[in-house]
């Protein structure tokens, strides 16, 4: 039945076995913030230790208190928050969770044509929504953002900013950040964020 969901989400891509089988083994890594006050999904974010969650830092604001949501609808409090300085990144500490974590990988290695998944809960309204997409370019500077970033052709939502860019090996390679004009996609690579996530 998962199997059949995954595939009724895939966007620009026929569903293979094997995106399937990829999708569904890293969804339980990925989780939701949502608002306390009236359980409402705002953003995205991705395990990547038990009690660690990378996601945007636009997300994180002092007048929305909020909670971390798991695959099991489990819900946890973040008790500490730290925001990169240089990029749109912010790691939430929830020490009383055990998640399930995704394997931290480079955009380094990532080439124009590159195949990519994207994971996250549009609006809370299509949780656990799954895209296809490639890489289309790579830039270390865009008006307006002042971090390098990359742009892919996954289908993103509102709702999905935080979450993660997998490559086809299942390993963190970004994380969405925002969509121009609801046409280019735009990530930011995860190397620019591996300091802040190491401290």
Request: hydrophobic fraction near 40%; charge should be negative; proline fraction near 6%.
């Amino acid at each position: 039945m998962r199997n059949l969901l995954v595939c009724l989400v895939l966007l620009l891509s026929a569903c293979t076995t094997d995106e399937a089988k990829l999708a569904n083994r890293l969804l339980p890594t990925v989780v939701e913030l949502v608002t306390i006050d009236d359980n409402f999904t705002f953003c995205s974010g991705v395990a990547y230790s038990p009690t660690r969650v990378i996601t945007s830092k636009h997300c994180i604001r002092e007048d929305r208190p909020y909670k971390i949501r798991d695959s099991k609808y489990q819900l946890y409090d973040v008790t500490f928050t730290k925001k990169s300085s240089i990029t749109d990144a912010a790691v939430l500490h929830i020490p009383s969770a055990n998640l399930p974590s995704a394997v931290v990988s480079s955009a380094d290695t990532l080439e124009i044509g590159d195949p990519i998944m994207v994971v996250g809960h549009p609006r809370g309204a299509f949780s656990y929504t799954v895209s296809f997409g490639r890489i289309s370019h790579l830039t270390d500077l865009l008006n307006g953002i002042d971090h390098p970033i990359f742009s892919h052709t996954a289908p993103i939502y509102f709702g999905m900013s935080g979450g993660p860019i997998f490559n086809m090996r299942g390993e963190i390679v970004g994380i969405t950040r925002s969509f121009i004009q609801g046409a280019v996609m735009i990530g930011i690579p995860i190397d620019d964020v591996k300091e802040l996530m190491n401290d």
